[in-house]
C-alpha cells in the first residue's frame, strides 16, 4: 500500500529506485518482506511535490440506484511527517462547498476538519470516528488520509498472477485500535509497485470491502495516478466508484492553502 490517501492514496502507484528481486529474499521473514515492498513503493513515489484533480464520485445503493457528485482535490507533499489534503465538493447543490482538510501524521494521530457550508462551521473529526463513512460513500475517514508506513504492521503472504503481471500479496494491520479494520490485503505488482486490488477486513475480521483499480496512467515520467476506482461493501451490497482527470502537478499550492482558514474560503 501506499502511504498516500487511498481515495488520494489509492490514487497513487509508483516508481523509482531498488529493485526488489535483486535482494536476499531468501534471508528474509514474511514481515521484512512485506515491510520492504511498502518502503520501496513509498519511494518511488516521493517528490511530487504536489497536484490537484478532479474526481467523480458515483454512489450506488443495493437497488443499484446511483448518485453523482464532483469535487476538487488538491495535494501537498510533506516528506517530514505526512501529506496534506483539501478536498472540496462542486456538485450538486446539496453539498456544494462542503470541504475536508486532512493533515496526516506519521505516528500521531491525523487531524481532519470538515466544513459544511449550511452550519457555516468548521467541524473537527474525532480519532474515534475515523472509521465512519466519508460523505455517504463506502470510503472511510481514515482512507482519506495518507497511508503512512509507520502506522501499520506487515507480512507478505505470497507472489500471484493479477492479469499479464505477478503481483505481490501483502496483508497490513493497524497499529491504531481505532481503525475500522483488523487487517488490509493488498495487490501490488512487481512491474511498478501499482495498487490493483485491497481487501478490507473490519473488526470482526469480516471481509467487509474489495477497492479494485482497473486503470493506471504515469504522471512526470515517475508517479502513476489512478484513472478509476471502486470500493464495494459485501456486507451492505453499496459500492462507490471514483473516476480521476485532470491531473496537474508542479502546481502554485503551498501551506496556506491548507489551513483551516482556507478550509472556509474554499470553493
Not at 492514496?9 to 531498488?18: P, Q, T
Not at 515491510?35 to 484533480?53: F, P, V
Not at 457550508?117 to 470516528?129: C, E, M, T
Not at 501499482?194 to 477497492?211: F, G, I, N, P, S
Request: net charge neutral; proline share 3%.
Amino acid at each position: 500500500m501506499t502511504r498516500r490517501p487511498v481515495a488520494l492514496f489509492l490514487a497513487v502507484a509508483f516508481a523509482a529506485a531498488l529493485t526488489l528481486n535483486a535482494l536476499p529474499a531468501a534471508a528474509e521473514t514474511p514481515e521484512e518482506k512485506g515491510l520492504r515492498i511498502a518502503l520501496e513503493a513509498e519511494a518511488r513515489d516521493k517528490g511530487y511535490g504536489n497536484y490537484t484533480a478532479d474526481q467523480t464520485m458515483i454512489l450506488r445503493n443495493k437497488r443499484g440506484q446511483e448518485s453523482e457528485r464532483n469535487l476538487r482535490i488538491s495535494v501537498l507533499e510533506n516528506e517530514a511527517d505526512g501529506d496534506k489534503s483539501l478536498i472540496v465538493f462542486n456538485r450538486p447543490r446539496d453539498v456544494k462547498g462542503t470541504a475536508m482538510l486532512t493533515h496526516s501524521h506519521k505516528v500521531e494521530d491525523d487531524d481532519q476538519w470538515l466544513f459544511l457550508p449550511a452550519l457555516k462551521r468548521v467541524k473537527r473529526i474525532s480519532s474515534s470516528n475515523k472509521a465512519g463513512s466519508f460523505m455517504g460513500s463506502e470510503f472511510a475517514y481514515e482512507d482519506m488520509t495518507s497511508q503512512e508506513i509507520e502506522k501499520y504492521t506487515y507480512r507478505w503472504l505470497r507472489d500471484e498472477p493479477c492479469g499479464e503481471m505477478t503481483c505481490w500479496v501483502s496483508e497490513r494491520a493497524p497499529i491504531d485500535k481505532d481503525s475500522g479494520y483488523t487487517r488490509q490485503v493488498s495487490w501490488v505488482d512487481q512491474d511498478e509497485y501499482r495498487v490493483w486490488k485491497v481487501e478490507y477486513y473490519d473488526r470482526k475480521k469480516l471481509h467487509l470491502k474489495t477497492l479494485t483499480v482497473p486503470s493506471h496512467q504515469q504522471y512526470l515520467d515517475k508517479h502513476w495516478r489512478a484513472d478509476e476506482m471502486q470500493m464495494v461493501n459485501h456486507l451492505t451490497g453499496k459500492s462507490t466508484r471514483l473516476i480521476w482527470q485532470n491531473y496537474s502537478f508542479g502546481t502554485d499550492l503551498d501551506e496556506n492553502d491548507f489551513s483551516k482558514v482556507s478550509l472556509k474560503r474554499a470553493r
